[in-house]
């Protein structure tokens, strides 16, 4: 360890940040630099980021940014994808602030957490819909574009006072994107989709925007969210209308706006539930909840509120 470095990181957390990257493999990014590449000169390049981060002078590169198709061709979805150097400087900061946070988080948030699944939230999903009648089906509008940092920057500061990890944190935030036709610009929100510390920051923000607001207001309405994703589950049509109202007033004060199209109270119509109502399904993960036709255990037909892969899903994978 250098004493004469203002932050103290270690070569060993750059190592094993490198290793990570390297597991789970990826595109390159603005510096076109793959990963065969980046390891020609393997012992060099870890020493410069480790040497840059630990003096405070890492200054991230231009992310790059890549439209992908969204699944059956609803439009794309912006990808920012950082060089290779880069996921390894961030890897390093996830891999500080995940501990601290991953604790505080809530037991029905789901997406990019160490050790919890899509599956569980489809799972979890599946027997509410079979204990509440109703649905709130939640869009929040370009989510990862819209996180405003100063409100960002203060959730992070709730759990760390780690100089760098602030420090390093704020400038990715802050970081340049290179669009497809090389014209350069500079974001005053969000976070792109597709870095590596984007995740973690994502939960953090709605942790406090969304799951810890639900806690205090709304502790009878139980829901499941993989990141931006979010199905709440309430006993009357009415709960959910009064969900949906201060649900908009709660992401305006944190800058966010629900999708006034895609946010939809849905009916969860089965064999023993009479109601009717317009809407009786939802999409969430890729599979349609909707009334279908089951079959008891004592081989006797009805109808259940029970999901399958989406009409989308399945046609991304026919694609």
Known sequence: MDKAKPFCISKREVW???RQVKANRGAAGVDGQSMKEFEADLKNNLYRIWNRMSSGSYMPPPVLRVDIPKAGGAGTRPLGIPTISDRIAQTVVKRYLEPLVEPVFHGDSYGYRPGRSAHQALNVTRQRCWEYEWVLDLDIKNFFGSIDWELMMRAVRCHTACAWVLLYIERWLKAPVQMPDGAVEYPDKGTPQGGVVSPVLANLFLHYAFDRWMQKHHPDVPFARYADDVI????????????????ETRLAECKLDLHPEKTKI???KQANRHASYPLCQFDFLGYTFRPRSVRSRVGKLSVGFVPAVSNKAAKAMRQ
Do not use: I, P
């Not at 709440?232 to 649900?247: F, I, M, N, T, V």
């Open 266 to 268: 849905v009916y969860c």
């Open 232 to 247: 709440c589950h309430c006993k009357s049509e009415a709960q959910a209308r009064l969900l949906k109202q201060g649900l």
């Open 16 to 18: 094993e940040a490198y």
